[in-house]
């Protein structure tokens, strides 16, 4: 039984005995697939922040996967995508690939192929969920700052010495120490690299 949170396979797929079949497969290795004939129907549904991949049908008729795929990107989805074609050349290959495809497969497709660029399509939204929740914490973090303890903090994180930033500022040395001591604080950091670290994430 498949867990409310379990990675979603997202198929479209305009040739019904392909999808049917896809879907399947999937399935049968304990995989939650949502099929569609339609890209519209995709639209519909997708929510955007899933963790899963789309498996996409490179050509179909009322509008392409490649179209399908950079109106996804236009809209900063980072959802990873297999393409799937049955008539692929180098150009298209290409145009997927620039535009963040993870794969690019040819039918008929190997099932033992598809299932492996799966697992690594998941791998790879999931990574990124990672990083992106890790750049909202530390951007949430800097957010709690006062406007000193973000002057301190960023002075800091570039090299700068509590006297030369107490000169640069016009405050007291104890003054620069406290708004820095704070500043650690609030951010959850205990060393300079630490520091230096959660301002890239934030930037």
């Known amino acids: 039984m498949m867990q409310a949170d379990s990675p979603v396979v997202y198929l479209v797929d305009d040739d019904d005995a392909v999808r049917d079949s896809l ?16 890209p519209s129907e995709f639209f519909e549904q997708f929510r955007g922040d899933e963790l899963g991949c789309l498996v996409l049908d490179i050509r179909m008729p009322a509008i392409s996967g490649l179209a399908v795929q950079e109106r996804l990107v ?15 050349d180098v150009a298209q290959c290409r145009r997927a690939f620039l535009s963040g495809a993870v794969d690019f497969l040819t039918k008929p497709i190997d099932e033992q192929v598809l299932i492996d660029s799966l697992q690594k399509a998941v791998r790879v939204c999931r990574d990124g969920q990672a ?5 909202d914490e530390a951007k ?33 040395l104890r003054t620069v120490e406290a708004y820095r001591a704070s500043g650690f604080e609030k951010l959850e950091v205990a060393s300079v690299a630490e520091l230096v670290r959660m301002k890239l994430l934030a930037d």
Not at 23 to 38: I, T
Not at 131 to 135: D, E, L, V
Request: charged residues 25%.
């Open 23 to 38: 879907s399947l497969l999937l399935r049968s290795v304990g995989m939650n697939v949502k099929a569609f004939a339609h």
């Open 74 to 88: 236009a809209t900063g989805c980072r959802l990873p995508i297999i393409m799937i074609t049955g008539h692929g």
């Open 131 to 135: 990083a992106r929740h890790q750049i």
């Open 140 to 172: 949430a973090r800097f957010n709690k700052l006062t406007p000193r303890e973000r002057e301190v903090c960023e002075r800091v994180a570039d090299g700068l010495i509590n006297k030369r930033i107490a000169e640069d500022l016009g405050l007291s």
